[in-house]
């Protein structure tokens, strides 16, 4: 148990572009190409009814940029862990990358990459890999590792109808390759690079400001072994396309 007070910044730079039919489907969005960082310190105490004394570091930034053309390329990091009995505990740094070309009103080229290392992590967290957190053609949490990369190629198609004038309708055909590096101990070992194709159905909300967006995809593995489906389908729901 971790029980601490903290003190953070933020700073965002004002820099932003008005799109649609990009990560929504029939707003207007407004997409922020500028630098920004955030940065927490917390100090757990027993005093304050922790377990044990640490220090709870986390940061996060994000910086993007116009290609010109329609074209946007957005970079992102995230790192969490505490200092404790002398070392990082429970560590963990994301790094992603996204870029988007638009082809017409309609069309959109997605690609993206995002990769995760890990150390020292307490028990009750796992670094997973699978139909969850991008590689749409096998289970949920399939794989676990101490580091994973994920790749994906998505071409993304925006229409004007709305479904019951209560979903704006869209879908999208991409390719995802990912892997596992290290070892968890409470799972077998990484079975190296997987890859999946597919299609997906996507239907954002026209009725709420939250924008959420119900996806449906089926997705195909290309590499997988006898105790997994031929067919995964997928549905959750996400902030964006």
Request: glycine share 12%.
């Amino acid at each position: 148990r971790y029980t601490y007070p903290y003190v953070g910044i933020q700073w965002i730079q004002d820099a932003y572009v008005t799109t649609r039919n990009l990560d929504q489907i029939g707003r207007t969005e407004d997409l922020h190409l500028g630098r920004s960082l955030t940065a927490t310190l917390g100090f757990a105490s027993t005093a304050f009814g922790s377990t044990n004394d640490a220090m709870i570091l986390a940061a996060e930034g994000e910086a993007g940029t116009d290609l010109g053309s329609e074209q946007y390329a957005i970079g992102d990091f995230a790192l969490s862990s505490r200092l404790e009995g002398g070392g990082l505990r429970n560590a963990q740094l994301d790094v992603g990358g996204r870029y988007y070309k638009r082809q017409s009103e309609h069309r959109v080229l997605f690609a993206g990459v995002a990769a995760s290392l890990s150390s020292a992590l307490d028990e009750d967290v796992q670094l997973m890999l699978g139909g969850d957190n991008g590689l749409r053609g096998y289970p949920l949490r399939y794989q676990a590792g101490t580091s994973r990369a994920v790749f994906t190629l998505e071409e993304r198609f925006y229409t004007d109808w709305q479904l019951l004038k209560l979903a704006n309708v869209g879908a999208a055909v991409f390719v995802d390759a990912g892997r596992m590096w290290g070892r968890d101990q409470f799972a077998p070992a990484p079975e190296g690079w997987l890859t999946d194709v597919g299609i997906g159905l996507r239907l954002g909300s026209a009725r709420s400001g939250l924008g959420n967006i119900l996806h449906v995809d089926i997705a195909f593995p290309l590499n997988r072994d006898h105790d997994i489906d031929g067919l995964q389908l997928l549905i959750e729901t996400k902030k964006s396309f």
